[in-house]
């Protein structure tokens, strides 16, 4: 088990300082993503409407108070496709004024979210009867294969996120998962020889 935590510790480091070159060093991050043209009365507006309320919005709305029946929303959605064809469409994630660009809480939120990452996937990884490094790195890629459509494709699918961006942001995930994995594997498999030598020499 300590190699196994050792493993998933390495690896969660391995992942984020990949994460950091992607995000940084690279446009991965950065793909697909526009800004907004006369962006100031937009954000004017913005803050005019939705004030200090932090929140997820999608527009246009469907128009449906709190508890709506399921006959409101069976009529709520006939009416849908119409507000959808004379209206732009699209989702907002809102923060009032204040927000800070790059906060130490989010880095350590992050580097906490792929230690745990890559711990999972050790521990995976050591449940498994593997006997070879490359069988173990064929694991690792279908894990990654796994974290890396979980998300990023209904995104595009339901929200219509840009296929630049998911394709960047399934790079940035397969790549990580596949770094991670490496020294996971690596040590796991250090640790099956080990075990098999052990068994021989008893």
């Known amino acids: 088990m300590k190699r196994v935590l050792l493993a998933g510790v390495l690896g969660g480091i391995a992942m984020f300082v990949w994460s950091s070159i992607a995000h940084i060093a690279l446009p991965l991050g950065r793909t697909g993503i526009k800004e907004i043209p006369n962006e100031q009365a937009v954000l004017s507006g913005m803050q005019a409407q939705l004030g200090t309320t932090s929140g997820l919005y999608a527009f246009p709305g469907m128009g449906l108070g709190p508890n709506p029946t399921r006959q409101e929303e069976n009529a709520a959605m006939q009416q849908y496709e119409q507000k959808l064809a004379a209206n732009p469409s699209g989702i907002l994630i809102y923060h009032p004024p204040g927000a800070k660009a790059l906060a ?28 070879t490094f490359a069988s173990r790195i064929g694991f690792v890629i279908i894990a990654a294969l796994m974290a890396a459509i979980t998300t990023n494709l209904p995104y595009w699918n ?23 994995g490496l020294v996971v594997a690596a040590i796991l498999k250090t640790r099956t020889a080990a075990s098999r030598s052990f068994a021989v020499a008893a």
């Open 104 to 131: 130490p809480s989010q880095l350590v939120t992050e580097f906490l979210t792929e230690l745990a990452e890559a711990l999972l996937l050790a521990l995976l990884l050591a449940q498994t009867s593997l006997p």
């Open 158 to 180: 339901w929200y219509g996120f840009p296929t630049s961006y998911t394709t960047a942001y399934m790079s940035i995930e397969f790549v990580g998962y596949l770094v991670a």
